[in-house]
């Protein structure tokens, strides 16, 4: 049982160079969430995904887009990085909405992406 | 004022002894309150919940709320090197139409020295 898988580990960007960051989970969780982790600062919500075909917009949506393909599969996309984008990237979820209702609810989270911008 | 404020450390405590960590949140609703633990270069793990005033405990770890004081702290009993860390703490607020929000501190890094 792997929980939550991201990929890649390490990226390493140009400024204006885009890319897709993978997640998926094995758990059957309805919920997804991608964060960014940055020093100093406490996790922040980009962008979450309540079931397969919806997405919403976190605290820090600018500069990214994302997909919920199927129920397993959430992937965070930079359309043109910019070194503010430089941070460690978290993929999480749980079985329900933790912004709509399930406020108990506990996150799972990947094993990160440690993401520079040039 | 942040939402969620945590001392960033390093919280240095000798093995054997109480770590201490603390948070305090702002003045709004708040439901749920959640410690995460997250070792050097490793993702967050929830290791404690409460949700109501008082003392919540499991094996080393207590958790306290005070609500009226906007305050959740956690305790570690025992501390071992493999407690070192950094310990994030996370409240849900209450938002308008039905969600919530969860916030994170920033994080206490705490440091057990044999």
């Known amino acids: 049982n792997a929980g939550v898988t991201q990929t890649p580990k390490f990226q390493v960007l140009k400024t204006g160079q885009s890319m897709t960051l993978q997640c998926a989970q094995d758990m059957n969780h309805n919920s997804m969430y991608w964060y960014r982790q940055d020093p100093g600062m406490g996790l922040r919500l980009i962008y979450y995904s309540a079931s397969e075909g919806t997405t919403d917009k976190g605290e820090v949506p600018n500069g990214y887009n994302v997909s919920r393909l199927n129920k397993r599969e959430f992937s965070l996309r930079l359309e043109s990085a910019a070194p503010s984008q430089t941070s460690v990237y978290f993929c999480a979820s749980s079985e329900d909405l933790i912004v709509r209702g399930a406020t108990n609810e506990k996150l799972f989270f990947g094993s990160g992406t440690q993401l520079s911008v040039l | 004022q942040k939402e969620v404020e945590q001392n960033s450390g390093p919280l240095s405590v000798p093995e054997g002894a109480i770590a201490s960590l603390n948070c305090t949140y702002s003045?709004?609703?708040?439901?749920?309150f959640f410690w995460y633990r997250q070792y050097s270069g490793k993702s967050p793990e929830l290791i404690m919940s409460i949700y109501s005033n008082g003392d919540k405990e499991d094996g080393r770890f207590t958790a306290q709320l005070n609500k009226a004081s906007q305050y959740v702290s956690l305790l570690i009993r025992d501390s071992q090197p493999s407690d070192s860390a950094t310990y994030l703490c996370a409240v849900n607020f209450f938002l308008s139409g039905g969600y919530n929000k969860l916030i994170f501190g920033a994080g206490t890094r705490l440091a057990v020295h044999p």
């Open positions: 003045d709004r609703v708040s439901q749920s």
